[in-house]
């Protein structure tokens, strides 16, 4: 069965520094791995996916996240924090694409000025 | 707007009833997923459809079910209903099923069961 393990429910970080949010995998098969941000009332929003094509991807607002097989890990980056960054951050796996996406528990990101 | 409609937004009900949650696909989308999120399970994936035809399965009670309609929209049943089932409900569709499609997410339906 896969898994994502998301560590720390709650991040904080100060506007202008490092944005590191963490997630480790479980998959008996090679994964496709997600990175979501869901503001207040809203829906989920893709960042970005890994695919297999490249370790290093890019994804919308300047976050990128590293696939690491030996770590088992898909750690989400942002060099620089900005205030409308604060929001929930999902991690999710899946061994099909988009279908059965199954999810961490979560990481609320807080930007204080 | 991810073009994901979810209607209704809110629905507060008692426990034991039944309730129906709509979603209507961005225009062209075939394939329509129902994830619920709630404090205890987190965000789990309920059921697919693709076309009309149900295409996966995951962690959906049996009192629970899905449809979807020649013009693509889908409902969500929810019967029997406990305090347990007080979750957001989110809808998101895609073009196709293949691994590199993009799901796109509604703003969900947040259900109260009182």
């Known amino acids: 069965a896969q898994s994502v393990t998301q560590l720390g429910s709650h991040v904080s970080v100060s506007e202008g520094a490092l944005v590191l949010l963490r997630c480790n995998y479980s998959s008996s098969v090679p994964p496709y791995l997600f990175w979501y941000v869901q503001y207040p009332n809203q829906g989920l929003q893709l960042l970005l996916k890994?695919?297999?094509?490249?370790?290093l991807v890019k994804g919308i607002n300047g976050f990128e996240a590293e696939f690491k097989k030996s770590e088992t890990s898909f750690h989400l980056t942002k060099p620089s924090a900005h205030m409308s960054d604060a929001a929930e951050y999902f991690c999710?796996?899946?061994?099909?694409?988009?279908?059965?996406?199954?999810f961490g528990t979560g990481t609320r990101l807080l930007v204080s000025p | 707007d991810s073009g994901v409609t979810q209607t209704p937004k809110h629905l507060i009900t008692a426990t034991g009833q039944r309730v129906t949650l709509r979603c209507s696909p961005r225009s062209g989308d075939l394939s329509v997923y129902w994830y619920q999120q709630s404090l205890d399970q987190g965000l789990q994936f309920l059921i697919q459809y693709y076309n009309g035809e149900e295409r996966a399965k995951g962690n959906i009670l049996e009192r629970f079910s899905a449809q979807q309609f020649p013009d693509l929209h889908s409902e969500l049943n929810l019967s029997s209903l406990e305090l347990g089932d007080s979750a957001l409900y989110f809808c998101?569709?895609?073009?196709?099923?293949?691994?590199?499609?993009?799901?796109?997410f509604g703003s969900g339906t947040q259900l109260s069961v009182l």
């Open positions: 890994y695919t297999s094509a490249a370790t």
């Open positions: 998101a569709s895609s073009v196709a099923t293949g691994p590199n499609e993009k799901l796109f």
């Open positions: 999710a796996v899946s061994n099909t694409g988009f279908q059965k996406l199954v």
